[in-house]
């Protein structure tokens, strides 16, 4: 059986979804630099694909503001900090992309975490 908080009262019978939350390993692996940018590259088309069509699955069943997390998300797909500083990172140590994304995405967030702001700092 599962608890949990309620979010009003009464009784519901109903599936039950639980969140778990994937370990990722992300090895660092040696590769062609030239072909894990282009990996890069093509992942990132894909993710935003994939985000503009859950996004035109959300409208009308979340508010605008609740849709706007799918706009900050198309962001940081198109943000040439983030990319040039992935890309880089390929390039001069001649990694594979995946290691890079989660190197720099996790520079990002202790970024975000360090600053002062609470608006910020909840970003990540």
Do not use: C
């Not at 009308?60 to 998300?73: P, R, S, Y």
């Not at 994304?101 to 360090?114: Q, W």
């Amino acid at each position: 059986m599962y608890k949990g908080i309620a979010a009003s009262s009464g009784v519901v019978v109903s599936k039950v979804y639980k969140l778990e939350h994937p370990v990722l390993n992300i090895e660092r692996k040696d590769a062609d630099a030239e072909t894990e940018i282009k990996k890069l590259s093509e992942a990132l088309v894909k993710t935003q694909k994939d985000i503009e069509t859950i996004q035109k699955k959300a409208v009308g069943k979340l508010t605008d503001e609740d849709l706007a997390i799918f706009d900050a998300h198309l962001m940081v797909t198109q943000d040439p900090e983030f990319i040039g500083q992935i890309e880089e990172l390929i390039k001069s140590e001649n990694i594979n992309a995946e290691f890079a994304v989660n190197e720099v995405g996790g520079m990002f967030i202790s970024m975000f975490e360090a600053m002062e702001d609470a608006y910020f700092k909840e970003r990540p």
